[in-house]
Each structure stands twice: as C-alpha cells, then as structure tokens.
C-alpha cells in the first residue's frame, strides 16, 4: 500500500531524441521503478501517443501519458479513439493530459488560443463522454459532435490532467481535472500559488481538494563535469521559458539567479552562486514527480514528480 502524500517518480520525454533512443531510456526507466511515462507533444517533435503507444508495448508497466494534447490541433473524436487504443495496448495504464499548448508553436501552425477555459473545459468533457461508448452530442463553441460515438471502451477510466499556468485554467483543473500538470521552472512559490487556486476550485465544484493529482516537471542535470550539467539544464529551461505565460513567474523566481561565475547570467539574473558538483555520471534527462493527495501521486524525469 503507497503511503498518504508520498511521492512517484516517473520519466518525462521531450520528442528531441529518436524513437528507439526514448524507448531504450524507458525501459531503463521502468527497470528501475519509474511508475510513469510522459511524454510531450512539441509541435515539429515526435508525437506523444504514437510514443506511448511504442513504450506500451516495449517497456510496459509504466502509466502513460501523453502531455500536452491541445484542442485547438486535436480533435475530440481522434483523440479519444486514440487514448483508447492505448489503454487496449496497456490495460488501465493510459491518462491524459490536456491544455492549450505553447501559443508560439500553435502560431506557427497557423493556430491562436482563444477562450482557452471554455475550449479545455469542452475538450475534457467531451473525452470522458465518448469514453462511455454511447453517442455524444455536443455544440460547443469548441467541440461538435453529433451523435459520434466509440465503437470500443477503455477497460477503465482514463484520468485527465490539466496542464495549467494561469488562474483561471488552475481554478478549473481544481473544478474538473482528475489531477493537475505544473510547468517545469515554477518557483516553489509559484507552486504553492497554483496549488491554492486548484483546492479553491476544488471546493468551489464541491469536490476533494485532496483528491487531485498533482503532477509537476523537475529538470536536473547529472555529470562529473558541472559546467556539463548545467548547460544541459539551462538549454531546457531556456525551451521551456520561451511560452509567455511563464512571464510572472521568471520575474518572480529566485532560483533563476543561479549561475557560474565565469558565465553570463541565466536569464538575466544579478547574483552569482557557486556552481555545484555531480558526482555520478552523466544524464540529461528531466525528472517530474506528481504528489497526489489521498491516493499517492506520481513523479515525471526531464524528471516528473507526482
């Protein structure tokens, strides 16, 4: 039995390496206890459930999910189909998270974001709708269905996450997600911020605030050399911190003061602090974890913490 509040760690994937290079590292991953997989959907990058579907059958026994699938590319129909091939290929280890997606890469697919609650809210509901096998009709302002209906059914439910930055978009993961994503590159004050706003839509819905999954994105660097380390961290932050909603919290952050005293400042930061050694050998990877209130929750590595 997993204790009250404890932590799982799992394994985040970013699409950068090769299919057969993300497979190699998730059966490592799994051989050494991590409980899940996640895998984003950059756009222009290797695509998430058509991932999760490979990791199913080559290094099964992880929870798989596919992060961020966004409604404003992905339509309801599809992608419940989709989720729920997966849950075929890895009964009962299939989730879900959805969002709006980074607006600098939906806008260079030709795509803005718009009402992004009212086109999150649609999507989600919609999802678990069609997941029910029966038809669903649907006319929303984002989602159309008109009697669509699954042919198949998940052998369970498929938990979905919000990924959510803004307070509005945390309100409502707190109101209908099964559990919430954190960006990668919170303060530890940005975190306990967006936490309060789920708990209050939580309550506001009048659901248990200790419920939600809580899911979070920790980068680390591992290497005997510490400048190795660093720079590898800092280039995915720097991928990461180029979605404008993160604008509040880079402002606020201290930890972005870190740097070595022979670089240039990160992201303009003003105070240098000594760079720190890793004494073990070298992983690029990011770490998430997820904590979950009543059940535990699971952890992700850029690192992925639960």
Not at 99 to 107: D, E, I, K, Q, S
């Amino acid at each position: 039995m997993i204790a009250r509040n404890a932590i799982r760690v799992g394994v985040a994937f970013d699409g950068f390496v090769t299919t057969a290079q993300a497979i190699a590292l998730a059966q490592r991953a799994v051989a050494a206890g991590a409980g899940s997989l996640w895998v984003a959907e950059h756009l222009g990058y290797r695509e998430a459930i058509a991932t999760c579907a490979a990791f199913a059958v080559k290094a099964p026994g992880a929870m798989l999910v596919p992060t961020v699938v966004s409604p404003y590319l992905w339509h309801a129909m599809p992608t419940a189909m989709a989720m729920a091939t997966l849950d075929e290929l890895s009964p009962g280890c299939a989730a879900i998270a959805v969002g709006t997606g980074n607006p600098l890469f939906l806008a260079e697919s030709g795509r803005s974001i718009e009402k992004p609650v009212r086109a999150i809210h649609e999507f989600a509901q919609a999802l678990r709708e069609l997941w029910n096998g029966e038809p669903v009709r649907v006319d929303g302002e984002f989602v159309k269905l008109a009697g669509a209906r699954l042919a198949f059914a998940p052998s369970a439910p498929i938990p979905i996450y919000i990924a959510a930055i803004g307070p509005d978009m945390l309100r409502l993961a707190g109101r209908i997600g099964d559990g919430v994503v954190l960006s990668a590159g919170l303060s530890t004050d940005s975190v306990r911020g967006s936490l309060v706003l789920c708990a209050q839509g939580a309550a506001k819905a009048g659901r248990d605030p200790g419920a939600l999954r809580r899911a979070g994105y920790l980068f680390f660097g591992v290497s005997h050399d510490a400048k190795e380390a660093i720079d590898a961290v800092r280039a995915k932050l720097a991928f990461v911190m180029r979605n404008k909603f993160l604008a509040d919290n880079i402002r606020a952050s201290e930890f972005l003061s870190i740097r070595r005293p022979s670089s240039p400042p990160l992201l303009g930061a003003t105070s240098p602090r000594p760079a720190r050694s890793f004494p073990t050998r070298r992983w690029k990877h990011s770490a998430s974890r997820e904590r979950r209130g009543t059940p535990a929750g699971d952890c992700v590595t850029s690192s992925m913490l639960e």
